[in-house]
């Protein structure tokens, strides 16, 4: 079960380059950083000219915070 979400999620992840699709601003938490429902998770973002950026995906249920999304 778990293996088909991998699978679904990267196919998801792979749409989101394919349409350079850049899902809906989450400035409040990061600037810069935007996210996509997916199924019960967020897949969190950032989009580059040449590039997508997977940050995160998390759980939508989880209580998350700006130091989730710190730059390194």
Known sequence: ?????????????????????????????RKGLRAMPYRSRCIYLRSYPERIVIVRVLHSAQDITQQEFEEG
């Open 1 to 29: 079960m778990a293996a088909l979400f991998i699978g679904e999620l990267n196919q998801k992840i792979a749409w989101i380059a394919e349409e350079d699709f850049t899902g809906s601003p989450r400035d409040h938490m």
